[in-house]
């Protein structure tokens, strides 16, 4: 598992309770993780149970599909919900995957997880010449953008 | 209603271990064989309790509804830690007056029925008899809210 840079949003960043906090993954592991607000302290493993979770989630829902569960080439989850928080999730073809971790309430993110990827991590990571495929990232222009962008969602 | 236009394509029931005790298929193209059934009724009840650890919030409860491409996955957790869960179309709202009402047929066919063993599999005719009716009510009452758990 890779070691993940990242980290908690710190002052200048206006507390927003909506959104709670996002994952980047790889095939390998976590390669991005910030929080704006999480009161209950995470787990020590907390990025290997996230990872496990939703890659259990994802074959369980292809299993489940009641079109081609049979075969296992079914379809995947986008978000699910709990009574304290939702989780919405987005994978490319190229394996890589955001979670988004929100308020409940929060109506549907696809859209804005789409956003995330195409306009602020291919444009600020992928784009970045330093930056080496498949490795976790601390990108300044990544980290402003995204916490822009967060403010707008909720 | 259409024949076979049931909202719902599937139920499962599931004991406090997160044993399969209860499966039905109402009508999915791909219905579950024994052993993918109790494999899947496990693996959902460790998904639930692994969410319910990520929570940013403390004191969090686990997954009530999943939605995917295809379908979406309603749960409900009893205070004893039995879940029932269903699989129905996307977007439909009745879903949780739905677990209402299976949950009620399960009190009222199941756990009073003198020979039934709690946690055990259901074996209990009068459940499978008054199931698919309940499944198959009309699905805008169902939505409205209209039909309550209860005797009808």
Known sequence: MLSVVGGAAGNGVKGNS?????????????IFYRE?????????DDHKLMFGLVFSLRSFTAK????????????????????????????????????????????????????????????????NP???????????????????????LS | MAAGSAPVFNLFIINKSGGLIYYKDFGSQSKLDTNESLRLAST???????????????NGGGIDMLEAGTFDLHC?????????????????????????IIYDLYTDYVLKNPFYEVEMPIRCDLFDLHLPAAIRKDRSLLVAGVVVPGRT
């Not at chain 1, 909506?18 to 976590?30: A, E, H, L, S, T």
């Not at chain 1, 330093?130 to 707008?152: A, H, K, M, Q, W």
């Open chain 1, 18 to 30: 909506r959104i709670n906090m996002i994952y980047v993954f790889n095939r390998d592991g976590c």
């Open chain 1, 36 to 44: 704006w607000y999480r009161p209950n302290p995470p787990n020590t």
């Open chain 1, 64 to 127: 489940m599909d009641p079109i081609n569960g049979a075969s296992g080439d079914g379809c995947s989850f986008h978000a699910f919900r709990t009574n304290t928080y939702k989780l919405n999730y987005l994978e490319t073809p190229s394996g890589i995957k955001i979670i988004l971790v929100t308020d409940p309430k929060m109506s549907d993110l696809r859209d804005a997880l789409r956003h995330i990827y195409t306009n602020i991590y291919v444009e600020y990571v992928i784009k």
């Open chain 1, 130 to 152: 330093l930056y080496v495929p498949g490795e976790p990232f601390r990108c300044e222009l990544f980290i402003s953008n995204l916490d822009t962008y967060v403010t707008t």
């Open chain 2, 44 to 58: 959902w009840h460790g998904l639930h309790a692994i969410a319910m650890q990520l929570s940013p919030i403390p």
């Open chain 2, 76 to 100: 409900f957790q009893t205070l004893t830690g039995t879940k029932f869960f269903i699989a129905t179309e996307v977007g439909f709202s009745g879903a949780a007056t739905l677990l209402a």
